[in-house]
Protein backbone atom coordinates (compact mmCIF):
# COMPACT_ATOMS: atom_id res chain seq x y z
CA UNK A 1 0.00 0.00 0.00
CA UNK A 2 1.30 3.27 -1.10
CA UNK A 3 0.87 7.16 0.60
CA UNK A 4 -0.76 7.19 3.84
CA UNK A 5 -4.33 6.29 5.51
CA UNK A 6 -6.72 9.33 5.94
CA UNK A 7 -7.15 10.35 9.29
CA UNK A 8 -3.50 8.44 10.52
CA UNK A 9 -1.98 11.63 11.69
CA UNK A 10 1.51 11.10 9.93
CA UNK A 11 2.78 13.16 7.12
CA UNK A 12 4.76 12.00 3.72
CA UNK A 13 7.56 13.26 2.87
CA UNK A 14 6.66 15.22 -0.15
CA UNK A 15 4.41 16.96 2.94
CA UNK A 16 7.34 17.47 5.13
CA UNK A 17 9.44 18.73 2.69
CA UNK A 18 7.42 21.21 1.94
CA UNK A 19 7.12 22.82 5.04
CA UNK A 20 10.91 22.54 5.53
CA UNK A 21 10.91 24.73 2.30
CA UNK A 22 8.78 27.02 3.83
CA UNK A 23 10.94 27.82 6.97
CA UNK A 24 13.01 30.81 6.19
CA UNK A 25 15.82 29.33 8.76
CA UNK A 26 16.13 25.63 7.81
CA UNK A 27 16.34 26.95 3.80
CA UNK A 28 18.75 29.85 5.11
CA UNK A 29 20.53 26.42 6.24
CA UNK A 30 20.44 24.56 3.39
CA UNK A 31 22.08 27.39 0.99
CA UNK A 32 25.02 27.54 3.39
CA UNK A 33 25.86 24.10 3.90
CA UNK A 34 25.70 23.68 -0.02
CA UNK A 35 27.85 26.74 -0.51
CA UNK A 36 30.20 24.97 1.98
CA UNK A 37 30.19 21.84 0.33
CA UNK A 38 30.84 23.85 -3.20
CA UNK A 39 33.88 25.72 -1.72
CA UNK A 40 35.19 22.85 -0.53
CA UNK A 41 35.22 21.36 -3.30
CA UNK A 42 36.97 24.19 -4.98
CA UNK A 43 39.64 24.22 -2.29
CA UNK A 44 40.51 20.57 -3.17
CA UNK A 45 40.03 21.02 -6.80
CA UNK A 46 42.65 23.92 -6.46
CA UNK A 47 44.91 21.37 -4.31
CA UNK A 48 45.23 19.13 -6.42
CA UNK A 49 45.27 21.04 -9.79
CA UNK A 50 49.05 20.24 -10.24
CA UNK A 51 48.59 16.51 -9.84
CA UNK A 52 45.73 16.00 -12.18
CA UNK A 53 48.34 18.16 -14.62
CA UNK A 54 51.21 15.78 -13.86
CA UNK A 55 48.79 12.76 -14.41
CA UNK A 56 47.76 14.32 -17.97
CA UNK A 57 51.36 15.02 -19.06
CA UNK A 58 51.74 10.62 -19.03
CA UNK A 59 48.23 10.22 -20.74
CA UNK A 60 45.97 9.68 -17.99
CA UNK A 61 43.37 12.04 -18.15
CA UNK A 62 41.10 12.33 -15.02
CA UNK A 63 39.35 15.60 -12.91
CA UNK A 64 40.93 14.52 -9.85
CA UNK A 65 42.97 11.28 -8.30
CA UNK A 66 39.65 9.71 -6.62
CA UNK A 67 39.24 8.83 -10.36
CA UNK A 68 41.85 6.32 -10.51
CA UNK A 69 40.31 5.28 -6.88
CA UNK A 70 37.58 4.19 -8.70
CA UNK A 71 38.01 3.21 -12.02
CA UNK A 72 38.75 -0.94 -12.97
CA UNK A 73 41.13 0.59 -15.81
CA UNK A 74 44.88 -0.42 -15.02
CA UNK A 75 46.96 2.71 -14.95
CA UNK A 76 51.07 1.74 -15.02
CA UNK A 77 51.89 4.97 -16.27
CA UNK A 78 50.34 7.17 -13.33
CA UNK A 79 52.49 5.02 -10.62
CA UNK A 80 55.58 6.99 -10.86
CA UNK A 81 53.31 10.26 -10.54
CA UNK A 82 51.47 9.08 -7.65
CA UNK A 83 54.62 7.98 -5.74
CA UNK A 84 56.19 11.83 -6.27
CA UNK A 85 53.05 13.36 -4.72
CA UNK A 86 52.48 11.16 -1.95
CA UNK A 87 55.69 13.25 -0.41
CA UNK A 88 53.91 16.31 -0.77
CA UNK A 89 52.78 16.20 3.14
CA UNK A 90 51.14 19.42 2.73
CA UNK A 91 48.22 18.18 0.95
CA UNK A 92 44.86 17.78 2.56
CA UNK A 93 44.08 14.46 4.43
CA UNK A 94 41.41 13.79 1.58
CA UNK A 95 43.94 14.15 -1.39
CA UNK A 96 46.64 11.92 0.48
CA UNK A 97 44.21 9.23 0.80
CA UNK A 98 42.81 9.45 -2.47
CA UNK A 99 46.88 8.84 -3.63
CA UNK A 100 47.06 6.05 -0.97
CA UNK A 101 43.69 4.22 -2.23
CA UNK A 102 44.72 4.92 -6.06
CA UNK A 103 48.55 3.10 -5.21
CA UNK A 104 46.87 0.03 -3.06
CA UNK A 105 46.96 -2.20 -6.66
CA UNK A 106 49.57 -4.74 -7.53
CA UNK A 107 51.03 -4.17 -10.11
CA UNK A 108 54.80 -4.11 -11.19
CA UNK A 109 55.46 -0.66 -11.37
CA UNK A 110 54.11 -0.31 -7.76
CA UNK A 111 56.62 -2.93 -6.27
CA UNK A 112 58.88 0.31 -5.93
CA UNK A 113 55.64 2.29 -3.43
CA UNK A 114 56.57 0.13 -0.50
CA UNK A 115 59.08 2.39 0.79
CA UNK A 116 57.27 5.19 -0.18
CA UNK A 117 54.00 4.46 1.47
CA UNK A 118 56.26 3.48 4.47
CA UNK A 119 57.72 6.66 4.28
CA UNK A 120 54.58 8.56 4.17
CA UNK A 121 52.89 6.55 6.92
CA UNK A 122 55.84 7.48 9.47
CA UNK A 123 55.35 11.35 8.69
CA UNK A 124 51.43 11.23 8.65
CA UNK A 125 50.09 12.90 11.84
CA UNK A 126 47.09 10.47 13.32
CA UNK A 127 44.33 12.70 13.42
CA UNK A 128 40.55 11.90 14.50
CA UNK A 129 38.78 10.42 10.89
CA UNK A 130 42.55 10.47 9.29
CA UNK A 131 41.33 8.44 6.16
CA UNK A 132 45.11 8.54 4.73
CA UNK A 133 46.53 7.09 7.87
CA UNK A 134 44.42 4.10 7.58
CA UNK A 135 44.36 4.12 3.79
CA UNK A 136 48.47 4.13 4.13
CA UNK A 137 48.55 1.49 5.98
CA UNK A 138 45.73 -0.34 3.86
CA UNK A 139 47.87 -0.09 0.97
CA UNK A 140 51.10 -1.10 2.64
CA UNK A 141 49.37 -4.26 4.06
CA UNK A 142 48.12 -5.11 0.30
CA UNK A 143 51.59 -4.25 -1.25
CA UNK A 144 54.14 -5.62 2.01
CA UNK A 145 57.12 -8.16 1.55
CA UNK A 146 59.05 -9.61 4.27
CA UNK A 147 61.81 -7.27 3.09
CA UNK A 148 60.28 -4.64 4.84
CA UNK A 149 59.26 -6.37 8.16
CA UNK A 150 61.70 -4.82 10.84
CA UNK A 151 60.30 -1.27 9.17
CA UNK A 152 56.54 -2.39 9.54
CA UNK A 153 57.02 -3.83 12.70
CA UNK A 154 58.87 -0.82 14.42
CA UNK A 155 56.31 1.29 13.13
CA UNK A 156 53.60 -1.06 14.58
CA UNK A 157 54.83 -0.79 17.63
CA UNK A 158 55.03 2.75 18.24
CA UNK A 159 51.61 4.42 19.81
CA UNK A 160 52.14 7.60 17.90
CA UNK A 161 50.60 5.74 14.68
CA UNK A 162 47.44 5.17 16.73
CA UNK A 163 44.23 2.65 15.06
CA UNK A 164 46.47 3.15 11.67
CA UNK A 165 48.41 0.32 13.32
CA UNK A 166 45.88 -2.13 12.96
CA UNK A 167 46.40 -1.91 9.10
CA UNK A 168 50.15 -3.05 10.14
CA UNK A 169 48.77 -6.03 12.27
CA UNK A 170 47.56 -7.11 8.65
CA UNK A 171 50.83 -7.09 7.01
CA UNK A 172 52.66 -8.82 9.48
CA UNK A 173 50.13 -11.27 9.92
CA UNK A 174 51.53 -11.93 5.70
CA UNK A 175 55.13 -12.45 7.06
CA UNK A 176 57.12 -15.52 7.44
CA UNK A 177 59.64 -13.67 9.80
CA UNK A 178 59.87 -14.34 13.83
CA UNK A 179 60.29 -11.00 14.22
CA UNK A 180 56.45 -10.58 12.58
CA UNK A 181 55.86 -13.39 15.41
CA UNK A 182 57.29 -11.79 18.45
CA UNK A 183 55.70 -8.07 17.57
CA UNK A 184 52.68 -9.86 17.44
CA UNK A 185 53.29 -11.63 20.56
CA UNK A 186 54.12 -8.36 22.35
CA UNK A 187 51.05 -6.31 20.80
CA UNK A 188 48.27 -8.22 22.28
CA UNK A 189 49.54 -6.46 25.75
CA UNK A 190 49.03 -3.06 24.15
CA UNK A 191 47.26 -0.27 26.20
CA UNK A 192 44.62 -0.22 23.45
CA UNK A 193 42.22 -2.41 23.64
CA UNK A 194 41.30 -2.08 20.13
CA UNK A 195 45.05 -2.55 18.93
CA UNK A 196 45.64 -5.86 21.66
CA UNK A 197 42.37 -7.43 19.77
CA UNK A 198 43.85 -6.89 16.23
CA UNK A 199 46.92 -8.49 17.70
CA UNK A 200 46.14 -11.82 18.99
CA UNK A 201 43.88 -11.65 15.83
CA UNK A 202 46.76 -11.39 13.40
CA UNK A 203 48.75 -13.88 15.50
CA UNK A 204 46.21 -16.74 14.86
CA UNK A 205 46.66 -15.86 11.20
CA UNK A 206 50.46 -16.02 11.50
CA UNK A 207 50.57 -19.32 13.08
CA UNK A 208 47.57 -20.90 10.92
CA UNK A 209 49.84 -19.48 8.06
CA UNK A 210 52.62 -21.17 9.51
CA UNK A 211 51.30 -24.55 9.38
CA UNK A 212 50.03 -24.42 6.13
CA UNK A 213 53.49 -23.83 4.68
CA UNK A 214 54.74 -27.11 6.93
CA UNK A 215 52.49 -29.46 5.24
Known sequence: MSGRQKGSGWSTAGEILDRLEKDPVWVARRKADE??????????SAEEA????????VGVVVSSVWDLVNT????PEAIPVLLDHLKI?????????GIARALTVKHP????????????FRRDPEIMLNGAKWALGNAICVLFDDRHV???????????????????????????????????????????SHIAGLATQALERWHRKQARRRR
Do not use: C, F
Not at 35 to 44: G, T
Not at 50 to 55: C, G, H, N, P, S
Open 35 to 44: EWRQARARRL
Open 50 to 57: QLVADLAE
Open 72 to 75: RQPY
Open 89 to 97: STYRSEIRD
Open 109 to 120: ETKAALPELLAA
Open 150 to 192: EEVAELARDPAHGPARGMLLRALAKSNSESARTTLEALRDDPD
